[in-house]
T-cell receptor, first 114, second 114 residues
Framework: ETGVTQTPRHLVMGMTNKKSLKCEQH?????MYWYKQSAKKPLELMFV???????ENNSVPSRFSPECPNSSHLFLHLHTLQPEDSALYLC?????????????FGQGTRLTVV | AQSVTQLDSQVPVFEEAPVELRCNYS??????LFWYVQYPNQGLQLLLK??????LVKGINGFEAEFNKSQTSFHLRKPSVHISDTAEYFC????????????FGKGTRLSVIA
């Protein structure tokens, strides 16, 4: 148990659906990230939020839309996804600033787009 | 920018044998170094980290790693592995300055054979 909770753990959605992934931490951290983990590829950083402000967007397609209403919650809204978007989506949080400190990861949401 | 190379995508090893998982990094600035482990259907869990001081770092589950600045390496070792060590292992770096997220290697799949 890392203190970072992701829901749902598994999600199957059609290409025309709209769904959201949720990440929650009560560690008092101020930075939260979304990563995408696909088979045989490195972890891909998608979005970074520091103190609720988005500070990084790594050229992620607009069909992925993040939301960070407060420092404890992070969402990833999904719409009109493609089969290649099927992956494990990991949320991570860090203490404010993130320098020299490790990331705490949730267990991930296994997304399958059909 | 930083990059991490994990040369071995898969490492099979017999139970109770020693193992070394290799990690090399590239960076124009000094970095912090991390090893994470991912068990099936789980998120990433920190094994150990190097911030400063002694170059030999001990982590959980009997793992240790040695930072070698001249060779820009941070190899992970365990003198005697168990079946339960079967997992994916990720090396990651983060620069000392700035607010840059972790950069991960592609991972090494450790398979312990009974």
């Amino acid at each position: 148990e890392t203190g970072v909770t992701q829901t749902p753990r598994h999600l199957v959605m059609g290409m025309t659906n709209k769904k959201s992934l949720k990440c929650e931490q009560h560690l008092g951290h101020n930075a939260m990230y979304w990563y995408k983990q696909s088979a045989k590829k490195p972890l891909e950083l998608m979005f970074v939020y520091n103190f609720k402000e988005q500070t990084e967007n790594n050229s992620v397609p607009s069909r992925f839309s993040p939301e960070c209403p407060n420092s404890s919650h992070l969402f990833l809204h999904l719409h009109t996804l493609q089969p290649e978007d099927s992956a494990l989506y990991l949320c991570a949080s860090l203490p404010g600033g993130g320098e020299g400190t490790e990331a705490f990861f949730g267990q991930g949401t296994r997304l399958t787009v059909v | 920018a930083q990059s991490v190379t994990q040369l071995d995508s898969q490492v099979p090893v017999f139970e109770e044998a020693p193992v070394e998982l290799r990690c090399n990094y590239s960076s124009s600035v000094s970095v912090y170094l991390f090893w994470y482990v991912q068990y099936p259907n789980q998120g990433l869990q920190l094994l150990l980290k190097y911030l400063s001081g002694s170059t030999l770092v001990k982590g959980i589950n009997g793992f240790e790693a040695e930072f070698n600045k001249s060779q820009t390496s941070f190899h992970l070792r365990k003198p005697s592995v168990h079946i339960s060590d079967t997992a994916e292992y990720f090396c990651a770096v983060s620069p000392l300055s700035g607010n840059t997220p972790l950069v991960f290697g592609k991972g090494t799949r450790l398979s312990v054979i009974a």
